[in-house]
Nanobody
């Protein structure tokens, strides 16, 4: 059974850092496109970062997080990470892991990130 599960959300002050993790099971993450999305209250879900399939998958980022967020993966542990630095109040949202595999997409339940002083 394909499943992705996010963790690592929480409350952080503006300018702080946080690392989100996405644990994958039921598939090999090197054979999937892995993405992070976020959704703030009352707003559309937006794609934040992605890493394509392969051992050395290229990465892409939304303009709003470029140079602040870094996506990476640990294939041995079947995990994908989102390192978030210099967080802003505008980054407050529920963050979702998404896996594109076998012609389907799989979503986690999300983890809440709140950036506030």
């Amino acid at each position: 059974q394909v499943k992705v599960t996010e963790s690592g959300g929480g409350l952080v002050q503006p300018g702080g850092s946080l690392i989100l993790s996405c644990a994958a099971s039921g598939f090999t993450i090197n054979n999937a496109v892995m993405r992070w999305y976020r959704q703030a209250p009352g707003q559309e879900r937006e794609k934040v970062a992605g890493i394509i399939a392969g051992l050395d998958g290229s990465k892409h980022y939304a303009d709003s997080v470029k140079d602040r967020f870094t996506i990476s993966k640990d294939s041995a542990d079947s995990q994908v990470f989102l390192q978030m630095d210099n967080l802003l109040p505008a980054d407050t949202a529920t963050y979702y892991c998404n896996a594109g595999h076998g012609g389907r997409e799989y979503w986690g339940e999300g983890t809440l990130v709140t950036v506030s002083s």
